[in-house]
Nanobody
Framework: QVQLVESGGGLVQAGGSLRLSCVVSRNIWSIDMMGWYRQAPGKQRELVATITRGASTNYADSVKGRFTIFTDIPKNTVYLQMNSLKPEDTAVYYC?????????WGQGTQVTVSS
């Protein structure tokens, strides 16, 4: 089993920055893939960014160049650095871990970007 705890969400003005954190309950090097997803009100969940054990990353086109996903292995933590935030980035952000054949999810952290 994998437990994920997100933090770092909040209210920020357009153009500002936030860093989201996701603490993983096991050694992060054992996880096949980590990722961040988001869900805005009235919309379905969408992928934001992923990172593999080999440190390969993938980003949604809407955040490419603004967001960065990275890990701190000793702290078993994955981060999402969000810069140049836009109102359309407003959503609940969820941490995801793929371990063997199972996807695990955190409870989410709210990000609100004011215009």
């Amino acid at each position: 089993q994998v437990q994920l705890v997100e933090s770092g969400g909040g209210l920020v003005q357009a153009g500002g920055s936030l860093r989201l954190s996701c603490v993983v309950s096991r050694n992060i090097w054992s996880i096949d893939m980590m990722g961040w997803y988001r869900q805005a009100p009235g919309k379905q969940r969408e992928l934001v960014a992923t990172i593999t054990r080999g440190a390969s990353t993938n980003y949604a086109d809407s955040v490419k160049g603004r967001f960065t996903i990275f890990t701190d292995i000793p702290k078993n933590t994955v981060y999402l650095q969000m810069n140049s935030l836009k109102p359309e980035d407003t959503a609940v952000y969820y941490c995801n871990a793929k371990f063997w054949d199972v996807n695990y999810w955190g409870q989410g952290t709210q990000v609100t970007v004011s215009s």
